[in-house]
Antibody, heavy 121, light 108 residues
Framework: EVQLVESGGGLVQPGGSLRLSCAASGFTFSTHWMSWVRQAPGKGLEWVANIKQDGSEKYYVDSVKGRFTISRDNAENSLYLQMNSLRAEDTAVYYC??????????????WGQGTLVTVSS | SYELTQPPSVSVSPGQTARITCSGDALPKKLAYWYQQKSGQAPVLVIY???RRPSGIPERFSGSSSGTMATLTISGAQVEDEADYFC???????????FGGGTKLTVL
């Protein structure tokens, strides 16, 4: 059974940093792209970033470029999101999702339960 | 920026057919996917590639797409189908991954 378990969320002041983690199990982590998707309170879903199997390619939504960094450790079956210079608008539940990065269109097939990040003074 | 448009809410009685639409200019060329999100839970994929159903998803869930509109149909909706439903696709270039704003389905 595919399992994705996020951790690391919490309350942080504007301008602060936070590192999210996602522990994966039940599948061969090293053979899949992975993504972070977020959901602001009462809002819709927004793809944030993704990373190739070996970490050689990374992509970000424009609003987080230069502030967030996605990474992975295939030996530990873990995905990370380093978030710096946090803003109030980054407040959201952050989901780790397995990314089916294939033609005709990439999509997400499994999601974790999410971790809440609150940016507030 | 590219947008997928969904109605904010749909309401049906148990046993009725619920239809949730998703409109987007690129949908004639791009596939649509649908996610179900129950309160406080992670999204679950219920339809992929317009009309395919993942294993474990009840047969009452079906999808279709025509022109600029994709539709999720729940035939004989049940109370446990109450949830938010999000469509997902990309823009025509394939470079921007977009979710619809979500539709709250009420079954009562």
């Amino acid at each position: 059974e595919v399992q994705l378990v996020e951790s690391g969320g919490g309350l942080v002041q504007p301008g602060g940093s936070l590192r999210l983690s996602c522990a994966a199990s039940g599948f061969t982590f090293s053979t899949h792209w992975m993504s972070w998707v977020r959901q602001a309170p009462g809002k819709g879903l927004e793809w944030v970033a993704n990373i190739k199997q070996d970490g050689s390619e990374k992509y970000y939504v424009d609003s987080v470029k230069g502030r967030f960094t996605i990474s992975r450790d295939n030996a530990e079956n873990s995905l990370y999101l380093q978030m710096n210079s946090l803003r109030a608008e980054d407040t959201a539940v952050y989901y780790c999702a397995r990314d089916i990065h294939q033609l005709p269109l990439p999509y997400f097939d499994y999601w974790g339960q999410g971790t809440l990040v609150t940016v507030s003074s | 920026s590219y947008e997928l448009t969904q109605p904010p809410s749909v309401s049906v009685s148990p046993g009725q057919t619920a239809r949730i639409t998703c409109s987007g200019d690129a949908l004639p060329k791009k596939l649509a996917y649908w996610y179900q999100q129950k309160s406080g839970q992670a999204p679950v994929l219920v339809i992929y590639e317009d009309s395919r159903r993942p294993s474990g998803i009840p047969e009452r869930f079906s999808g279709s797409s025509s022109g600029t509109m994709a539709t999720l149909t729940i035939s004989g909706a049940q109370v446990e189908d109450e949830a938010d439903y999000f469509c997902y696709s990309t823009d025509s270039s394939g470079s921007h991954r977009v979710f619809g704003g979500g539709t709250k389905l009420t079954v009562l």
